[in-house]
């Protein structure tokens, strides 16, 4: 089993925190994502949409998208759990990643493409292309983002993690949330305080460390 | 177990597909989101994401989010599979869901939100309030759409379902993408034979009959 990754990209982070949280190490050959490298070969047919991470089973087959990898992995190497132990925990755990992703992680991604002059002719992950950065990308982000932290911040008040007392796959999306939120220049609004209060607790982790 | 829904709702089509297709019937009740039932208590408690689909367990616990609901049904009820049963077969049909929903269905449905004159003041789900459609998000949901099926089309030459042999969750989310693709009036060009291809595969399921 092979790792295709590069070390700066968020999505390739994700699974590194995952790694390291379970206490696993893989083989990993580091692409140069900024040099093209995942569109030559063999890259670009092992893996279409043109991103890292992605993975390569003993079988030759490839997995990619970040949450399937660590989904795979957690399969394979069930302690530490951080994809939940029962089926309750697991549909919870996998809502609160999905509502991380969806309306939060996502449209943060995005707007971070075209705001940012290093992603000129990069603005969708995967492309090289014409397409123009807009601010309503960004502007939509930053409305998106505000609604997300009001619909959070009162369940984090009874919840030290965002699944619920156990800290969770959906906690390393929240950790790559707030370093988004920052290279963005989107400051969480003090009001939001139990949402303040889960980031300092899960900021030192050691997982999160390079 | 209870199941809040709304009949016309995409998501909530979804999982009234996923029930279908695995001979599931769950006790529903419906809320009328379109008259604002979903901020309404208790129901705004119970999901304060105001969408639905969502399922109250007996217990008294909530799981939102489509795909939650099927994968937590999915544990109770493994037969038919539609999540795969082996851990490599589960990591290719939670990829291939992620793809389909991150790089297509996730556009497309706010590009819909943006352009249909009744989504004007709601224009993010489950919300109400002033932010303007914009035809910036419709514009980048046809490139982001082009560019799916540009990728998806060559995969789809040597596989019946997107991910592989087998019907999956997946090709149902397969089919929401293209029942939005109508509604917004993307048009997939010919050129993407194999997609169309799959799309006739699919679409006359007798999961998708009402």
């Known amino acids: 089993m092979k790792l295709y990754n590069f070390s700066l990209a968020p999505n390739g982070m994700r699974v590194s925190a995952f790694l390291k949280e379970k206490g696993l190490k893989l083989d990993v050959h580091e692409l140069d994502v900024r040099a093209g490298d995942q569109f030559k ?4 047919s092992m893996n279409p949409f043109n991103c890292v991470p992605f993975l390569e089973l003993d079988n030759g087959s490839i ?12 399969e394979l190497h069930p302690e530490p759990q951080l994809f939940g132990d029962t089926p309750e925990k697991r549909a919870k755990i996998d809502m609160w990643n ?7 992680l996502s449209p943060m ?14 603005v969708l992950a995967g492309t090289r292309n014409n397409i123009e950065q807009s601010p ?18 009162p369940h984090l008040a009874s919840n030290d993690f ?18 988004g939120c920052d290279r963005l220049g989107f400051e969480i609004s003090t009001e939001f305080a139990n949402v303040l209060s889960w980031k300092a607790r899960i900021i030192d982790r050691n997982c999160f460390k390079l």
Chains 1, 2 share one sequence.
Do not use: W
């Not at 930053?142 to 619909?151: S, V």
């Open 98 to 104: 999905r509502r991380l992703e969806l309306d939060a």
């Open 136 to 153: 309503v990308v960004i502007e939509r982000a930053f409305q998106m983002l505000n609604i997300f932290m009001g619909r959070v911040d």
């Open 63 to 74: 997995i990619s998208e970040s949450v399937s990898i660590c989904r795979y992995l957690e």
């Open 41 to 44: 070969e063999p890259f670009q």
């Open 109 to 122: 991604g995005h707007a971070i493409r075209n705001k940012l002059p290093m992603f000129e002719g990069k």
């Open 162 to 179: 965002i699944s619920g007392s156990e800290f969770s796959v959906a906690d390393i999306t929240g950790y790559f949330l707030f370093a």
